[in-house]
């Protein structure tokens, strides 16, 4: 294993964020995770790992003497992920009814992990840190060590002092070449001192985005569900011998009852089943009230018992999400939201994907076009897990469906770790491209003086066009964080200087060139 660049992965489950340092020459030389199953996939795919699995809080010392011991060094990364259960919208939803229930204490201990991975980056100084969670990591409160409640942002800061720069920010994955929607809080510190001149003058570590809904001249437009999986895949179904691809092992599915299949049968391309018309060909009718949420005393999203399950013009039974209540025998609707049981979009991202995602009833997930969800390899495409090498076996043998499905929904997906190393990487080496750079852009700066000048006489009036639009594009591309240096800024002062009149007559601007001028 090259040990130039070292990380630890504090957190790891099966190793999938680590794809991303892997594939940037960024090797994790230590690993540490709780679950033994997870562990033991990361060390089938990473065998010369020293990877530690229990509990953080009783591993820490062991880390910590260990890379010391072996390395003596400071580790280039710590890339950090923290459980996010207590953290999400999902998991702070059950949280607080099981709080209200007195069922559990108010505050997930969880989240307070991120004590322990505080203290172990204090211990071992690594030149960047990465922490990786939920957007709603930067409103979650913790006790600290003092039993005092604090925000958690708040006390990554007041612990890393002034060591570190970096602030944390929310993404969302699409915005990077990832086909699903997926918004994550990225905290990226960094002690070297190319990091904090860069900090300095860009406020952030993230790199520009590769994506936008539409694109623009600076993006492409997002990578779409028919674009990732809509290929030279097999066509499957919910049902047995239809559910399988027998070339591919990840590409299959879970069966779906007969009831099941009937529902989303009649489920339209982005609608969701609850709000399925009538079947009847006699009838067909098109407007029974459609399925939607109410909301309690308290605010609080709840499932709504009034929609219709028959057809309200011939009566006949809706292909609508329902069950028969054991005690009385009537059929009512089931009890959820209307993103259940609802076909996603072809020419739209996927929505995140969760461990939930071979469910029907998950939120968004079922295929737009085939009655079934997503296929485990759907779910590794749309997560860019098979853009890198990658393997779901121990021993020789493929994992259950329920670790691949947890180890894909509960991880980053590895191309936002990627991009974000080669920005790290850039920056690190930015002692001699800065240079080059800055002198494209005070090549720019120059042209754009010169075009000045030459407006004001109408013999040079087409050819200063010529030079605008090149000196526009040179300025574009000029990486943000050399605008400040010195020669960019003498530049600067000489562009705005009023040019001579002597001999030459004063034409008027238009907009396009006092946009540039």
């Known amino acids: 294993m090259d040990t130039k660049y070292k990380a630890i992965s504090l957190f790891s489950s099966s190793g999938i964020g680590d794809l991303g340092l892997h594939v940037n020459g960024i090797n994790t030389v230590v690993a540490c995770e709780l679950l033994e199953e997870r562990m033991k996939l990361f060390q089938n795919n990473n065998p010369d790992t020293k990877c530690f699995c229990g509990d953080i809080w009783t591993l820490e010392d062991e880390i910590v003497n260990y890379y010391k011991e072996k390395y003596g060094d400071s580790p280039f990364i710590i890339l950090a992920t923290p459980p996010c259960q207590g953290m999400s919208p999902n998991g702070m939803g059950k949280m607080l009814s099981d709080y209200?229930?007195?069922?559990?204490?108010?505050?997930?201990?969880?989240n307070r992990l991120i004590i322990p991975?505080?203290?172990?980056?204090?211990?071992?100084?690594?030149?960047?840190?990465?922490?990786?969670?939920?957007?709603?990591?930067?409103?979650?409160?913790?006790?600290?060590?003092?039993d005092e409640l604090v925000n958690i942002i708040e006390y990554i800061h007041r612990e890393l002092g002034t060591d570190y720069v970096g602030e944390p920010k929310v993404i969302d994955c699409a915005d990077y070449g990832v086909p699903q929607h997926r918004i994550r809080l990225l905290t990226v510190l960094s002690r070297t001192k190319q990091g904090k001149e860069y900090f300095r003058k860009n406020e952030t570590f993230l790199p520009q985005r590769t994506h936008s809904q539409d694109g623009d001249m600076f993006t492409k437009p997002w990578i779409t569900l028919r674009e990732a999986i809509c290929g030279d895949l097999q066509a499957l179904r919910a049902e047995k011998g239809q559910n399988v691809d027998k070339k591919n092992s990840l590409h299959k599915v879970p069966l779906l009852d007969e009831k099941k299949l009937w529902w989303l049968d009649n489920t339209p391309e982005g609608a969701t089943a609850f709000n399925n018309q009538c079947v009847n060909p006699l009838c067909g009718y098109q407007g029974n009230t459609l399925h939607g949420a109410k909301h309690n005393e308290e605010g609080i999203n709840k499932f709504n018992e009034d929609t219709?399950?028959?057809?309200?013009?011939?009566?006949?039974?809706?292909?609508?999400?329902?069950?028969i209540e054991k005690g009385t025998g009537e059929r009512r609707i089931m009890k959820g939201f209307v993103s259940a049981y609802k076909r996603m979009r072809w020419d739209e991202p996927a929505s995140t994907i969760t461990q939930n995602f071979q469910y029907a009833c998950s939120d968004n997930k079922v295929h737009p076009t085939q009655t079934r969800v997503l296929?485990?390899?759907?779910?590794?495409?749309?997560?860019?897990?098979?853009?890198?090498?990658?393997?779901?076996e121990i021993n020789n043998k493929q994992v259950n469906d329920g670790l691949i499905r947890d180890t894909i929904g509960e991880r980053v997906p590895p191309k936002i770790i990627d991009l974000l190393c080669k920005n790290i990487l850039e920056i690190k080496k930015s002692k001699g491209p800065i240079a080059a750079i800055e002198i494209i852009a005070v090549m720019g700066l120059f042209i754009k003086a010169a075009y000045s000048y030459l407006t004001l006489c109408p013999i040079h009036f087409f050819f200063a066009k010529a030079v605008m639009y090149f000196s526009s594009l040179i300025m574009v591309i000029q990486p943000a964080h050399i605008l400040e240096t010195p020669a960019l800024v003498i530049m600067e002062t000489l562009v705005v200087l009023p040019p001579p009149s002597v001999g030459c007559t004063i034409l008027p601007q238009s907009s396009v060139t006092k946009s540039f001028l």
Request: proline residues 8%; aromatic residues 10%; glycine residues 4%.
């Open 117 to 146: 991975a505080i203290r172990i980056i204090k211990r071992l100084q690594p030149q960047w840190v990465i922490f990786e969670n939920v957007s709603n990591m930067g409103n979650t409160l913790i006790y600290d060590e003092n």
């Open 308 to 323: 219709p399950l028959h057809c309200e013009k011939c009566g006949q039974l809706l292909p609508r999400p329902c069950v």
């Open 100 to 110: 209200r229930k007195g069922l559990r204490p108010k505050y997930d201990e969880r």
């Open 375 to 392: 296929s485990l390899w759907e779910a590794m495409i749309l997560h860019t897990i098979a853009d890198y090498p990658y393997s779901f």
